[in-house]
């Protein structure tokens, strides 16, 4: 059983990341991970912030903090609410740290070593008020093309259109406002990528499992040409280059970023002795297959780029072995905006609801196959009909009704009969899709597995109507398979809400033992035997609303976070 190393895009440190970022990457990447886990696999789970830049410069300005300061901050931040989210990080780093560093400098000097870095000359816009050299997406002006009037150095985002930073009218500096703006040599380093063309290619083909998403971006990338790229930047901020005449240069972050992979997992090495043996993760390994999860954007970066500096390097780094990538989880048909308080943030959810509605409704829409759009309406018809409506209504009344005739311990009686043997079959069904879907990491159609499960305890109660069958030795039996019923269900669904399926275990009194990942359906059925105590808790996920106040609070979510409620309001 190979060890299995998991990472989540690193998500970047200016700002509270939104349910698109959260559905896109970290929240399938958890699932993956406590998946694993269940199944007996040895699971190291890596994901950190990303520090570096100039967007993390121009936040901590607006904050009024020193830019160190302000990413240590929103560090922890993001991390707290990670915990809240129930996201099983085994570490939870900072591309900042010195181990970071450490990794980026020694994989560039690999690279240079074996004649894939040179330094070039090119031209760049400089801001004299600003004193700095501006990226090309800190440039604006009006587009050339279409007019637009705040169009980037880069693209027009109005029009589309590619652009250069000398290209736009009345180009002003997007820090300052600045007109002052000149173009200037600067020396930066590049890896020379055109001339592993050839060898990235080899890589992707030999993937052929990957999902259509993630190889038709790389191969599209590859088929346009590959680009020898500026691995170097004009900031103050980053992983300090250090090489002579390069003094002032810092790594591009797009560079060191996914090195920070590395980077992580030593630092979560030099927190515990016990983990000295990091690099077995890593370096000269047979036994680890790598999965990576990002979002399409991500997917060049990961694919080719991270791929083409390990490949360089010439030494035996992990390559991945697996890349899931997701599609854009709208909001209301349009992007989710930080800026125009547009969409629901991490911070925000856990605020309205607790975290398993979210996790469950987030992967049961998951943007796999095309962009998906998250809507009030759908997210509480699925809160209400799925969570509220199968699997907690079975908890619920199969407890209180075994309490209410017997008492809050499993009942005696009775033998299993051709309804049980039903039973079996529908849920070894329904649990064998789950384990198919789960370990070909599709999450909206394991989701769908889930509820089918779910569903089976219901329809079985449906069936018997143990509230009006007057043989007490059948309603015992009854009654105690739809307990281990639930007891299986708390097992399954642990990877997709944890803090349900631990609650419900809880409930009721299972050891660890009693967790393990289920067998056949006719043997775990009957695991709990007669005269075990249980308690009846609360409800595991209480409606959103009812049939009156439902569009209520619909419309309440509209007005706070956008959507059409917001819209009639202001029109």
Request: glycine content about 8%; charged content about 25%.
């Amino acid at each position: 059983m190979p060890r299995v190393l998991i990472t989540s895009a690193l998500p970047y440190i200016n700002g509270i990341k939104h349910l698109g970022n959260l559905v896109g990457s970290m929240l399938p990447a958890d699932v993956h991970a406590r998946y694993l886990r269940q199944r007996g696999h040895d699971v190291l789970f890596i994901c950190a912030t990303d520090e570096h830049g100039t967007p993390a410069e121009l936040a901590a300005a607006e904050a009024g903090l020193p830019v160190a300061e302000y990413c240590a901050q929103q560090h922890e931040v993001q991390a707290q609410l990670a915990q809240q989210f129930g996201l099983s990080f085994d570490h939870f780093g900072r591309s900042s740290s010195p181990q970071n560093a450490e990794f980026t400098r020694h994989m560039a000097e690999r690279l240079r070593d074996n004649g894939l870095i040179e330094e070039r000359v090119s031209d760049q816009v400089y801001s004299l008020d600003d004193e700095r050299f501006l990226p090309d997406r800190y440039i604006i002006g009006t587009c050339p093309v279409c007019g637009y009037e705040r169009a980037r150095g880069d693209q027009c985002e109005n029009c589309t259109s590619l652009l250069e930073p000398t290209r736009l009218i009345n180009p002003r500096s997007a820090i300052s406002g600045s007109t002052r703006l000149e173009v200037r040599p600067t020396r930066h380093l590049y890896i020379r990528q055109s001339v592993m063309a050839d060898r990235i290619r080899e890589f992707i083909d030999s993937h052929g499992d990957w999902p259509v998403l993630v190889t038709s971006i790389a191969r599209n990338w590859l088929n346009v040409g590959l680009e020898d790229r500026s691995i170097t930047r004009d900031l103050s901020w980053g992983v300090p280059v250090g090489w002579p005449g390069l003094e002032n240069k810092v790594f591009y972050v797009w560079f060191d970023a996914p090195i920070e992979y590395i980077g992580a997992t030593k630092e979560w090495a030099d927190l515990d002795p016990e983990h000295r043996d990091w690099r077995s993760w890593w370096y000269e390994t047979k036994d680890v297959r790598y999965v990576q999860f990002m979002g399409k954007d991500n997917v060049p970066f990961h694919a080719i780029n991270f791929p083409a500096t390990i490949i360089g390097t010439g030494e035996p780094w992990k390559l991945v072995d697996y890349i899931k990538a997701f599609n854009w989880l709208t909001y209301y048909g349009g992007k989710y905006s930080t800026s125009e308080h547009r969409g629901v943030f991490m911070n925000d959810a856990v605020d309205v609801l607790p975290a398993d509605y979210w996790r469950y409704a987030l992967l049961a829409a998951a943007p796999e196959s095309d962009d998906a759009d998250f809507t009030w309406e759908s997210f509480a018809l699925t809160v209400n009909k799925d969570l509220a409506g199968i699997l907690g209504n079975f908890v619920t009344r199969t407890l209180k009704l075994t309490q209410s005739r017997f008492g809050a311990v499993v009942p005696e009686g009775g033998e299993p009969g051709d309804e049980e043997r039903a039973l079996y079959l529908g849920v070894d069904e329904a649990l064998q899709s789950f384990v198919s879907e789960m370990e070909a990491l599709r999450f909206r159609p394991a989701a769908f597995a889930l509820r089918t499960l779910w569903t089976q305890g219901n329809m079985y109660l449906d069936r018997t109507a143990p509230w009006s069958e007057t043989d007490v030795a059948r309603v015992a039996c009854i009654l105690r398979t739809a307990i281990n019923l639930a007891r299986l269900h708390a097992v399954v669904s642990h990877s997709f809400i944890p803090f349900a399926a631990e609650r419900l275990a809880a409930d009721l009194g299972l050891r660890d033992d009693e967790r393990a990942w289920p067998g056949s359906a006719a043997d775990e059925l009957q695991r709990l035997e007669p005269g075990r105590e249980f308690r009846v808790g609360e409800p595991l996920f209480p409606r959103i609303g009812d049939r009156s106040s439902l569009g209520v609070w619909i419309g309440q979510m509209e007005e706070r976070f956008g959507g059409p409620a917001s819209k009639a309001r202001a029109g």
